[in-house]
């Protein structure tokens, strides 16, 4: 399957975005998915995680109470509820597909979308 996200933009500090990533198989409903963001020049950090039942989700210390993660069931979406957005929060977003029940470490993760830019800036 593909993953494609969207929902990227420029945002006033504490603002809000949702981010949708979309499969294009049902198949993702049997994987952990996870957010993750890359600011130029820093590596590729985890933002949240849930998992393939949507039971359980993990958040970044620098992002929980702001921003919330989701499944919508059977429609093979993923969402990423940002607010309070925060200068900080700049960069480019991914979603990516795991079978480890690991959250945080991108190198488990087997397939990623192509991101999609968040800049939180007056």
């Known amino acids: 399957f593909q993953l494609v996200e969207s929902g990227g933009g420029l945002v006033q500090p504490g603002g809000s975005l949702r981010l949708s990533c979309v499969a294009d198989?049902?198949?993702?409903?049997?994987?952990?998915i996870g957010w993750f963001r890359q600011a130029p020049g820093k590596e590729r950090e985890a933002v949240a995680c849930?998992?393939?039942?949507?039971?359980?989700?993990n958040y970044a210390d620098s992002v929980k109470g702001r921003f919330t993660v989701s499944r919508a069931g059977s429609k093979n979406t993923i969402y990423l509820q940002m607010n309070s957005l925060k200068p900080e929060d700049t960069g480019v977003y991914y979603c990516?597909?795991?079978?480890?029940?690991?959250?945080?470490?991108?190198?488990?993760?087997?397939?990623w979308g192509q991101g999609t830019q968040v800049t939180v800036s007056t």
């Open positions: 198989e049902p198949s993702v409903l049997y994987y952990d």
């Open positions: 849930i998992t393939d039942d949507g039971s359980t989700t």
């Open positions: 990516g597909a795991s079978s480890s029940s690991v959250c945080y470490d991108p190198t488990l993760y087997f397939r």
